[in-house]
């Protein structure tokens, strides 16, 4: 076993990793940006070194510096984490020429399933079945129409090569909107992964997303703890993940089946650690999507349901230990639930909200993990992705589990942070997650998503009085169908009860005519930023007249693209920004003027 690693991260998956390397008896080393100082995983770690400036560019993802604080430090090995350079394959290699250990799979492995096309490749060549498609490169948009009018038919699915996490991924549900989904994927392909090549799928319009953690080691054992459903998502990023996944449940000797692809996927690409395969399910087939090479997000609930260290196992097999069970030995117990507490407005479509962290209070009693990176006074950057914590819950069966997440999320306190806590609330007390569906209908009606609307407190360094205990009740229609939701328990900051308009400590917000908008924050005839960020694209011009939904610009912030459109139909009379330009939430993005009436 090594004696000092380096985490290569930070936020909640390098407290993650820390608190393993404790329990292992190796020491850790953490690396942080200027405006991580203070951050939790940098007081968690043995010891501590600054990367550079606050961009992940200047830090995180700077593989001169990281190998020069493994020199300094004296690590032997390197963990990734998720994210950055987690399936960067030259960082990878550049380990291991200096002679430094990367917890991860070897890097021809990162190679070979981080090119989607060559993955899926593989996949084919290995008897895996995969989504009907390319598996060479599309060049470009001409090719693409081609190959879609002869081979595939719309929707189609536009994807970066490089691409993961949801980034790089658009649809094209008719001939019209192939070419902006093609020029968005290439986009994000080049910002997040500096590979700006896409290929094309068969868009599945409403599959469950199915996905089979994968355990393998340096002598020749490849094992899988079962699968994980992840179907809940918003643009195509994972929000709520369960274990095991109620329709393989479902569906005999499907889990065998899925999990046998699995490991002969592993076992073609040479890997080591821990990894996924992901895959999507529809209508009886499954197919291969994707693997993932690294530890996952939702990891935690194949913890909970197996009882099985992931990312211990994926330590001990990069320092040349056998896994500690074999297949025969993984038995799944229970059903676990995971939802992301991020820092996003669902009333805003999933808007990024950061800001500073006032009180904060964990949830905690029988069944209840956490996994955070933050506490009180600290701060969501809008340089990194808008994660605040991860909230796992484990019971008996998926209804137990349901309520006790219910539980869980009623008592989770963050102070002057929007987070998704509402919209947790709402999704699991809906008649269609009960069913175990996709919640598509309701993630993808705006009409819906602004009931969730909710201000909350800015952050105060006084204990307020207990809040009010809370019951509230109603219906909501969504496409011709009917569903209740009822949430009990106490309100709080960032939470309460989702259409309802809760009561936080005694008091009744309210909302803004800002949050009452449609596509950004507008109050008469001024368009405002709803969130913090950089002005990425602009696509009207001063004089234009636009309708009400017009896309106006789009805004990055926390490595999302923001889409913000017209909240009135009217001419554009000012436009402010311009490319690049920083934004602050509630600025100016523009002024839209009434239409002259026309003459007689």
């Known amino acids: 076993m090594f004696d000092k690693v380096l985490v290569a991260n930070r936020g909640e998956i390098a407290v993650r990793v820390i608190r393993a390397l404790e329990e292992l008896g190796v020491a850790s080393v953490a690396v ?54 987690a399936e960067n394959a030259p960082f990878a290699r550049a ?223 990069a320092a040349g230990e056998p896994l500690s069970v074999s297949q025969d030995e993984v038995v799944l117990r229970g059903h676990a639930i995971e939802c992301r507490i991020n820092a996003e407005d669902a009333s805003k479509g999933f808007a990024p909200a950061p800001g500073r962290i006032g009180a904060y209070k964990e949830p905690a009693g029988p069944g209840v993990r956490v996994d955070s990176g933050v506490g009180p006074g600290g701060e969501v950057s809008p340089m990194y992705d808008p994660m605040v914590a991860k909230l796992i819950v484990w019971d008996a069966d998926r209804e137990q589990a349901t309520r006790r997440m219910l539980r869980a999320l009623s008592e989770y306190e963050i102070e002057g942070l929007k987070t998704l806590i509402p919209f947790h609330q709402a999704i699991m007390a809906s008649e269609q997650w009960a069913r175990a569906e996709t919640c598509r209908d309701l993630i993808e009606d705006k009409a819906w998503l602004k009931t969730l609307a909710f201000d909350p407190p800015a ?30 328990g106490p309100p709080f900051a960032g939470g309460g009860a989702a259409a309802a308009a809760p009561v936080a400590n005694g008091r009744k917000p309210t909302r803004s005519a800002r949050n009452r908008s449609g596509g950004g924050g507008a109050g008469g005839d001024t368009l405002a930023s709803p969130m913090q960020g950089n002005v990425f694209k602009i696509l009207v011009e001063p004089g234009q007249t636009v309708q009400e939904g017009t896309l106006v610009a789009i805004i990055e912030a926390m490595k999302m693209e923001n889409e913000i459109t017209a909240h009135k139909t009217g001419v554009i009379a000012e436009l402010p920004i311009k490319v690049g330009d920083a934004v602050t939430s509630g600025a100016t993005l523009a002024v839209i003027k009434d239409p002259e009436p026309e003459g007689d």
């Open 459 to 488: 952050p105060t360094d006084q204990d307020d009085d207990e809040p009010a205990k809370l019951e509230q009740a109603y219906t909501v229609e969504v496409s011709g169908k009917r569903f209740d939701v009822k949430v009990i």
């Open 95 to 317: 380990c291991e020429e200096a002679g430094v250990v990367f917890i991860g799979p070897p890097a021809s492995a990162i190679e070979a399933m981080g090119s989607k096309t060559r993955a899926r490749e593989i996949m084919r060549d290995a008897g895996v079945p995969i989504v009907p498609g390319t598996t060479e490169p599309v060049a470009t948009v001409e090719d693409a129409w081609k190959i879609i009018a002869g081979e595939i038919g719309y929707p189609v699915a536009i994807k970066a090569a490089g691409g993961g996490g949801g980034k790089g991924f658009r649809v094209a549900l008719s001939e019209d909107e192939l070419e902006k989904a093609f020029e968005g994927a290439a986009r994000e392909g080049e910002k997040f992964f500096s590979d700006p090549t896409v290929y094309i799928e068969r868009y599945l319009p409403d599959p469950r997303h199915v996905e089979v953690q994968v355990l393998a080691d340096r002598h020749g054992n490849v094992i899988h703890l079962g699968e994980r459903d992840c179907s809940i998502q918003r643009r195509h990023q994972k929000l709520i993940e369960e274990a095991p996944a109620p329709v393989v449940d479902a569906a005999p000797g499907m889990r065998e089946r899925i999990g046998e692809i699995a490991t002969d996927a592993a076992r073609a690409v040479g890997y080591v650690g821990a990894g996924t395969i992901e895959g999507l399910w529809q209508d009886g087939e499954y197919f291969f999507l994707e693997m993932n090479t690294r530890v996952q997000v939702e990891h935690c609930v194949t913890e909970m349901v197996t009882g099985i260290d992931i990312v211990k196992e994926g330590i001990r097999a």
């Open 32 to 85: 942080y940006s200027e405006i991580d100082r203070d951050a939790l995983h940098v007081r968690r770690a043995d010891e501590a070194y600054l990367l550079g400036g606050p961009s992940a560019a200047e830090s995180y993802l700077n593989v001169e510096r990281i190998l020069e604080v493994v020199a300094e430090s004296g690590a032997q090995a390197v963990h990734p984490g998720y994210g950055f350079l």
